[in-house]
Structures are given as C-alpha cells and as structure tokens.
C-alpha cells in the first residue's frame, strides 16, 4: 500500500537511526564476538499469531538501511492476512547485520501488526455504514510514525498526525479561554495573522456547546462522551453544517449503535494505547 504523508525518507531515516543508536551504540558484541565478518545466512520472518501483518515495508527499509547488501524476498504484504506458520519474508546476507537489526524489526512488526490487527477487527465493525474509524494523538512518543502507519496499514483513518496540523480545541482550551466563542474567533485570527491553512475542531460536552460550535462556524464538532441519544441529537443540530466526531471510552460493541447517529468519525485511543503485541519472530533458515 501507499504509504501515508507523514512516512517520508527523512522521518524513517530519522527514527531509524535513533533506534539503532540506543541499541547498538559501540558494537553488537554478541553478534561480534561470535559470528565471522564473512559469512553468509538466511532468516525467516515466522508467524506465530493469527494477525493482519504490518510493519514488513518497515523492515525492509530497516535493513536496507543498516546493510545495503541484505536481499528480502516478501510473501506477504502489509495489510495481508496471515496466519500461524505463515512466513512473511526472508531475509538473506550477512549473519551480522541480520543479527544486529533483528530485535529492532520484530520490535516494530509486532507492535504494528497487533494495531493493524486491532484496526482491521474494529473497523470491520462499520462496514456498510458512512461512519470512519479515527485514531488519536494517544501514541507512544518516538514510535507514532510507526504506530499510526499500522492503523492506516489495518484501514482505520488517520486523525491529526501532531500539534502542528489542526487546530483542535480541547476543554482545557476552553476552560482555560472561557468560552468557545472566544476560543474560536482567538483561533481563527491566529490561522489568518499566520497566513495558515489549519483545519479547527473543537470539543463539546454538552447540547449547549454544541449548538455554540455550530454559531462559532468550525470545521469538525467533537462530542465528547455523549451517550448515542444524545449524540444523536447533536449530529441532527449540525445538520451537515460540519463534520462530527464522536469520543470518549468508546468499546468494539458500541460502535455499530454510534455510526447509527450518522457521526462522520468515531475516534479511538484504544487502538494504539490498548493493542496487543502479536507474536512473531526472527528464525534461521536450516
């Protein structure tokens, strides 16, 4: 699949060789102390869990970048199902580098993946229906590129990548400001002092905030913590005037009764806060 916006050379380059650096620093003395310059092995990537996989472009890239010379033949492709026993790619070149770079990718494919797979499985859920599945800034810090590509990789929808790509509104912004009102019209002279091309959202808790965010003229409403009645009532006030969203400890079971209120987005932070990792690994080939 394509990759998404944020996934460019210069951001993998930079999250690659960070992670690198903090595990390897002055040598794999494992793998050195061991294992001669020169030889020559092959290692297979293992399924060990029923998943949708992720993470396996990733990979490539990972050791492409640690050694140019390493050659991986894929089986299947990010976004694919796959099965126990299933053998997603092998890799084959130096026993060093595939050594040293091993942990690194199985780190990445594992947590991906189970996102991936946690994305497929909740998303499944709205088929049939106009309602998006959204993920949210609840990622881990350094591992967002990583984590947010698995749920674009599993078929959820990307929510804001950071701060710097929407204007967002949260309560505190709210409290903090004192009203929507203000904290809108603030925000929109902000965007057109700094000549910016920002998108605004704003959260409401209530009918009333709701019917503020509409006045205000934004570009998405979040209702936040509303039960399906009255995220009901809140997507029939906005009457197509903006996008809405639904947040707030939203479960698998309920999302079927919530796309039901005609919500454009269903956002959740349990897909990347609360995924489990799936179990793969890294095995010689004999």
């Not at 620093?25 to 793998?31: C, R, Y």
């Not at 049939?128 to 947010?148: A, H």
């Not at 959820?156 to 009102?181: A, E, P, Q």
Request: glycine letters at 6%; hydrophobic letters at 40%.
């Amino acid at each position: 699949m394509k990759k998404p916006s944020y996934v460019t050379d210069k951001a993998l380059k930079t999250f690659i060789k960070s992670a690198l650096e903090e595990d390897i620093q002055d040598g794999d003395h494992s793998t050195l102390s061991t294992i001669p310059k020169d030889l020559k092995q092959s290692a297979k990537l293992l399924v060990k869990q029923n998943c949708i996989i992720a993470g396996v472009e990733l990979a490539e890239i990972i050791f492409k970048t640690f050694d140019k010379n390493l050659k991986i033949e894929t089986f299947i492709k990010d976004g694919e199902a796959a099965k126990v026993g299933d053998i997603a790619f092998i890799v084959t070149g130096s026993a060093q580098s595939i050594l040293s770079t091993e942990r690194f990718v199985l780190n990445c494919m594992q947590r991906m993946s189970g996102i991936a797979t946690l994305t497929h499985d909740w998303d499944s859920r709205l088929v049939g229906t106009k309602t998006k599945l959204l993920d949210t800034r609840k990622t881990t810090p350094n591992f967002r590129i990583c984590e947010k590509w698995a749920v674009a990789i599993g078929g959820g929808t990307n929510h804001r990548y950071g701060l710097y790509d929407m204007i967002m509104l949260k309560d505190n912004h709210i409290d903090y400001n004192g009203s929507i009102t203000n904290a809108v019209k603030m925000a929109k002279d902000y965007v057109k002092k700094n000549k910016k091309k920002l998108k605004i959202e704003v959260e409401t808790r209530n009918l009333e905030e709701v019917q503020e965010a509409i006045k205000a003229k934004v570009d998405r409403i979040m209702l936040d913590n509303m039960d399906v009645k009255t995220m009901k009532q809140a997507v029939e006030m906005i009457n197509g005037a903006c996008e809405s969203e639904a947040s707030g400890g939203i479960t698998r079971d309920e999302l079927k009764d919530i796309a039901s209120t005609g919500v454009t987005y269903i956002s959740v932070g349990a897909l990347t806060h609360s995924a489990e990792n799936i179990d793969l690994s890294l095995k010689a080939v004999k």
